[in-house]
């Protein structure tokens, strides 16, 4: 089992920043990889960013160029840098790990003012 705990949501002004961490607990060893996606209200989940063990990052194309994953060489750490926010940036943003089956955090509420 890995449990997942996010932190580090909150409200911001549109062109803003956060940073949003991701720990992860228990089997950390079967990590593949880990990753965020978001839900806005009314909508479906959907991905943001993965990163692999290996340092290999995927990035959906509304976010390359703002938003940055990196994971530290423990494997139990993960973050989401995010830079100039925009207002449909606003969701709840969930932290993923991949391993034999897809685990979850509770997710974080980013708000991002206009």
């Known amino acids: 089992q890995v449990q997942l705990v996010e932190s580090g949501g909150g409200l911001v002004q549109a062109g803003g920043s956060l940073r949003l961490p991701c720990a992860a607990s228990?089997?950390?060893?079967?990590?593949?990889?880990m990753g965020w996606y978001r839900q806005a209200p009314g909508k479906q989940r959907e991905l943001v960013a993965t990163i692999t063990s290996s340092g290999s990052t995927n990035y959906a194309d509304s976010v390359k160029g703002r938003f940055t994953i990196s994971r530290d060489g423990a494997k139990n750490r993960m973050s989401l840098q995010m830079n100039s926010l925009k207002p449909e940036d606003t969701s709840v943003y969930y932290c993923?790990?991949?391993?034999?089956?897809?685990?979850w955090g509770k997710g974080t509420l980013v708000t991002v003012s206009s």
């Open positions: 993923n790990a991949r391993a034999i089956k897809d685990y």
């Open positions: 228990g089997s950390i060893f079967t990590i593949n990889a």
